[in-house]
């Protein structure tokens, strides 16, 4: 079984691969965690747009982090490049 992870966007549980993670980085930055390698507070959002526009509010909250516009701009756009990949990139 693999661990399960909420989705911050949804709700809905799934399995953590399948899920992109994002963490607030030391310097109070959100990134995108694609190999869930970067230490911090993190949360999880599935890898879909819907998601990620619910889920940004969310984020802000849970990781008690403010989430300018320029960096959703960003993040939005680390989130579409990481879903034009096939989505075996995602796991690790
Ligand atoms: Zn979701």
Known sequence: ML?????????AKRPKPE???VVRKASGELAV???ATLP???AYLCSTPACWE?????LARVLRADVPV???KELRARLEAA????PYALRY
């Open 3 to 11: 661990p399960e992870r909420t989705c911050a966007g949804c709700g």
């Open 19 to 21: 899920l992109l993670r």
């Open 33 to 35: 965690d694609l190999r």
């Open 40 to 42: 911090g507070r993190g």
């Open 54 to 58: 619910r889920g940004v509010k969310q």
């Open 70 to 72: 320029a960096a959703r």
């Open 83 to 86: 879903e034009a990949q096939t």
